[in-house]
């Protein structure tokens, strides 16, 4: 699997309010949920280029919904990325995404460590409202068309984590992880991301996927010493810094 086969998982999963298509590029109404449903990208990701005309497209039709102009660039989307930088448009974000087959990764939790709960409980909610993960972002899950998932992790019988993950085509994406600064390096993560891939697995999703970004090492470390492989990067181009 390469980048191009997973950007179509990565839109079906976390998916805008709604898009329109312009030229070369697909431009989502983000409705405040961040930038990777807000964020112009090609529509058909094995293209490497656009063509001046189609970024300006692009460019007015963000303005039409009043988002600022950011694109989603794929690894080897380098003549896009080439024609952005030329306007003015810096990198920021860079993003690697890395798969597993599920069935590698899947095992049942520990008893009442890790339940799958749809919709989302509101101590969920709380959680993922403390890092940063507010209403619109709730919002893109709910948007999920495909089978979708919540798993609310707990130590020591406390509240201590949530996550989503989505399936689109056979794979499952994991967003949104979030476990509490209390409560880090004990392993819910990690048993979280075990019963997910189970409930993937379950549900006919060979794959497994996640995000990462560039920057976070440590997080690489641990999921390549899971089995994880990276099949590709993408990265923004925004004219704010």
């Known amino acids: 699997m390469q980048i191009a086969e997973l950007a ?7 998916p805008p309010a709604a898009t329109v298509e312009t030229g070369a590029f697909t431009v989502p109404d983000g409705a405040g949920g961040g930038q990777r449903v807000s964020a ?15 970024i300006d497209a692009a460019i007015a039709a963000l303005a039409e919904i009043g988002q600022p102009p950011l694109f989603m660039v794929l690894g080897h989307q380098s003549g896009l990325d080439a024609r952005l930088e030329a306007r003015g448009f ?21 008893p009442v460590t890790c339940f799958a709960i749809w919709p989302p409980l509101a101590i969920q909610v709380e959680l993922w409202a403390a890092g940063g993960i507010g209403p619109a972002r ?11 998932m919540s798993f609310f992790g707990r130590i ?3 509240p201590a984590g949530t996550a989503f993950v989505g399936i689109h085509n056979g794979v499952a994406m994991l967003h949104a992880l979030e ?17 997910a891939a189970d409930w993937a697995r379950a549900e006919g999703a060979a794959s ?25 990067q993408y990265h923004y181009r925004s004219l704010q810094a």
Request: proline share 8%.
């Open 8 to 14: 179509p998982v990565i839109a079906a999963t976390w």
């Open 40 to 54: 112009a990208r090609l529509t058909d990701p094995s293209a490497s280029d656009a063509g001046e005309a189609d």
């Open 90 to 110: 810096a990198t920021r974000d860079s993003t690697l995404a890395m798969t597993i087959a599920s069935a590698a990764l899947a095992a049942p939790p520990p």
């Open 138 to 148: 709730l919002a893109v899950m709910q948007r999920a068309k495909g089978p979708k």
């Open 156 to 158: 020591t019988d406390k």
């Open 179 to 195: 476990v509490g600064p209390a409560h880090r390096r004990k392993g819910l993560g990690l048993t979280m991301m075990r019963a």
């Open 208 to 232: 497994f996927a996640i995000l990462v970004t560039q920057e976070n090492q440590p997080a690489q470390g641990l999921y390549s010493s899971l089995g994880f492989q990276a099949v590709g």
